[in-house]
Structure formats: C-alpha cells, structure tokens
C-alpha cells in the first residue's frame, strides 16, 4: 500500500497549516477545542477508530472538534514536532530515527493503535518461503532501508539460513498479489491486515511468516499515535480527551466491523478508498479483534515491549544515537 503524495509537499505543508488549534487556546464554533491528528498513509483499517469516532459523535461529546489531515510520505512525525498538528501517526521503528537524533524530535507515543506487529513476509504458497530459510534463492523487493535489512537477516539466520542467498531486487510494486502471482517477485513484506486480505480477495494461495514469532524483539509497536510535546505540557487534558474518544471509536470498529468499515469509506476524502469497499470491509473483520487484542486497555505500550526493540536497535547500531530505555512513550495519557 503506497501514499498517493510525495515528501516534497512536506515544506508547502508546514507555510499552509495553522499552528496546533488547541495550543493556541482557541474554540471552533460551538464552543469546541479544535485538534488534528495528520495520517502516516492515505485512509485505511489502521484509521478506523478515528473515522467511527468522528461519525459517531466521540469527539464532540469530548469537547473536540478534530480534523484527520493526509500527510506527504513521512511527513506526519516531523508535521507534529512542528506544532503544525497535535497529533500523528507513525510507527515505532520510523519513530527510532526522530529519538536517535542529536536534538530528537519533540514528540511522544501516547497510544498503541494495533497491539501487536502484523508484519511479514508474503510469498506465493508451496515454494518453501513459509519460513525465513526458504527465502534463499528467491527474490525479495526491498525498501532498502537499514532497519528492514537488518531485520530481514535476523530471521534468516535465526531460521539457520544464509542471508547472502538471498537475491534482494528494488521494491516497485503496486499491486503485490498482482507482482507474486505474475512472477515479478517472489517474497514481499507487508502488513496482513491489508496486503494479506488483499491476497486473499485477489485469490491467490500464499504463504506468510510474521517477524515477530521468528524473535519476539519484533513485536514492536505498529501503528502508534504520537503527539507534539508541548502540547502534552501545556494541554494534557485535551490530550486525554482526544485519546478517550478514540479508544471509544476502536472499540466500536472492533465491536462493529462492517458498519466502522462503511465510517471508514465514506468519510474518506482522498478517493483512496473508491472501489475498495470488498478490500477495507474484509480487512476490517480481520482487524477487529487486534485493536487490543491480549492488552488491558486499548492503546497500552508495554514497556519491556517497546525497550528491548529499541534496545535491539542500539546493540545493532542501527540508529545515530543510542535511545535511552523508556524513551519516546507515555500510557499516562490514556483512559484509565
């Protein structure tokens, strides 16, 4: 799944975008705290929750009038740091590099939005890439990012395989059921939630492994809510606000998959979705029951959880700086 916008937006955004609505002490009309929350992907079952608790009501009943904005392609991080939106989504491996930096980005990760990593490998079934092993000599699109890389070859040679074996070719695929059943690849990571269901809808046998049952360090947070520091600071109990009516939308997309799902489209304004109605309705079913899955409370990072990622991350050096434990998170925002 690709963003339909590109990162050089990223400055146009930060001139045209009002400051945080609710840093500024300002009401929307009938008296409500404006707030916005900038998306890391154009709208999709990661943002359910959000998009019911709009249709529903759930904000305004907190005294919010939110606004969901679409980010340029790795935009929403640094959009909030920039006090442009109070809050976005991203996802803890992506937030490693805002945390790594000589001077981090002000933000922190108020909630959880899935509770465990989805992500994978996808490959056609029957050709012995159910396992990390079996990735040797066949062809994997890759991002060619350093995290993705090095994770990669954690579980390959976790999996007793040589990771040299494996023939790794420029990721450019639009349609990933489309590019294994034709051959152009072999082996895809995705997130099962939607490049898995889509497999499935598109007919195609498949095979998949998530990371994180290879090593348990990967069942690090994706996605998660990230909100602007000062912000935190200066107005914790509209952040509290927000985070209870959204976890009062996901639970009602858990609860209500088919009805979140048509939330979820119709109020949808990038035409992202358009025709999709089979994709978002199947994954959303598929989605529900992993909002809070095994947590006590929608949204909960657990701290060992989140710590031994980034810890892994720091033993490997794969960041510019080391992240100090317990960085970059919060619960205390949550509803208790």
């Known amino acids: 799944m690709k963003h339909w916008k590109t990162a050089v937006l990223l400055p146009v955004l930060l001139l045209l975008l009002p400051a945080c609505g609710a840093g500024a002490g300002e009401t929307a009309g009938g008296g409500l705290t404006p707030v916005s929350i900038c998306l890391e992907w154009t709208p999709n079952t990661n943002h359910t ?116 074996q494996v023939n790794l070719v420029p990721y450019a695929v639009t349609d990933e059921a489309g590019a294994l059943r034709e051959g152009l690849t072999d082996a895809l990571w995705v997130y099962y939630g939607w490049g898995g269901v889509s497999a499935e809808l598109a007919g195609l046998e498949t095979d998949y492994f998530y990371f994180k049952d290879i090593d348990p360090v990967f069942d690090f947070y994706t996605p998660i809510i990230v909100a602007n520091d000062a912000f935190l600071k200066e107005h914790p109990e509209t952040a509290r606000a927000f985070l209870a009516a959204a976890s009062k939308g996901y639970a009602y997309a858990a609860e209500h998959p088919e009805e979140a799902a048509q939330m979820l489209m119709d109020g949808d304004d990038t035409g992202s979705l358009s025709g999709s109605a089979a994709l978002v309705t199947a994954s959303q079913k598929w989605m529900a029951e992993r909002y809070q899955a095994d947590a006590e409370r929608w949204g909960y990072m657990d701290p060992g959880r989140w710590n031994a990622f980034y810890q892994w991350l720091n033993d490997n050096g794969l960041v510019e700086n080391p992240i100090a434990e317990n960085a970059g998170f919060t619960n205390s925002f949550l509803p208790q």
């Open 49 to 164: 929750g959000l998009y019911a608790a709009l249709s529903l009501g759930y904000f305004q009943e907190e005294g919010l009038d939110v606004q969901i904005l679409q980010p340029p392609e790795d935009g929403a991080s640094a959009l909030c740091a920039a006090g442009r939106t109070e809050f976005a989504v991203t996802a803890q491996d992506t937030l490693a590099a805002a945390l790594s930096r000589e001077e981090p980005l002000e933000i922190t990760a108020v909630a959880a939005i899935l509770q465990h990593d989805t992500s994978g490998i996808l490959s056609r079934a029957g050709e012995g890439m159910d396992r990390p092993k079996g990735l040797e000599g066949h062809t994997y699109s890759t991002y060619n990012g350093l995290i993705e890389l090095a994770m990669l070859r954690r579980v390959v040679e976790l999996d007793g395989g040589d990771f040299s």
